[in-house]
């Protein structure tokens, strides 16, 4: 798999790609989600992810969060709630940069909500968002080389190959 430039961190990136069909039992509720949406929120679980939105609905889908051995802050997956696997999906990468307010916060507050951004885009969309502690500290630190932020990409690959969504052969950065 090649990586193509580092580019501006900050900015989104989108990329189509197919899927793959899972199945899972036991999943996180949301009435008014697309069964495939909840099918990969149960699987991101079952891989040590929490996943919730208070509450999860059709007006923000799920938000999952955890840990990979490549990055040592929390990586975000956003779903929308009409998630298809058997429609094309878009994947986008967001580096949120320097969040200046402290009283809110990007995820779910008042001056910005990426649970809603996915659910009003209108698209089949996983929105995935590193976080990073300070002034980009932490991407300045962890994703500062061209191998550095393969290897990120990578591992998030591996994820979601193990829910059931293939990995592009190329991402533009």
């Not at 999952?64 to 999906?89: D, H, K, L």
Request: net charge negative; glycine share 8%; charged share 15%.
């Amino acid at each position: 798999m090649s990586h193509i430039g580092l580019g501006k961190l900050t900015s989104i990136i989108l990329v189509a790609v197919s899927v793959f069909a899972i199945s899972v039992s036991g999943a996180p509720t949301c009435a008014s989600c697309s069964s495939d949406a909840i099918l990969i929120a149960t699987e991101l679980q079952v891989l040590g992810y929490r996943c919730d939105f208070q509450p999860v609905s059709g007006a923000r889908g799920f938000r999952c969060q955890g840990r990979m051995s490549v990055y040592p802050q929390p990586i975000n997956f956003f779903i929308a709630p009409s998630f298809e696997r058997t429609q094309p999906v878009t994947i986008a990468y967001h580096f949120h940069g320097w969040w200046q307010n402290p009283r809110v916060t990007p995820f779910d507050g008042e001056e910005g909500d990426f649970g809603q951004f996915t659910a009003a885009s209108g698209t089949n969309l996983i929105l995935i968002v590193p976080e990073s502690l300070g002034r980009n500290d932490t991407y300045n630190e962890n994703l500062n080389t061209a191998d550095k932020m393969n290897a990120l990409l990578s591992e998030i690959e591996s994820v979601l190959r193990r829910v059931g969504i293939a990995a592009p052969a190329q991402k533009l950065l």
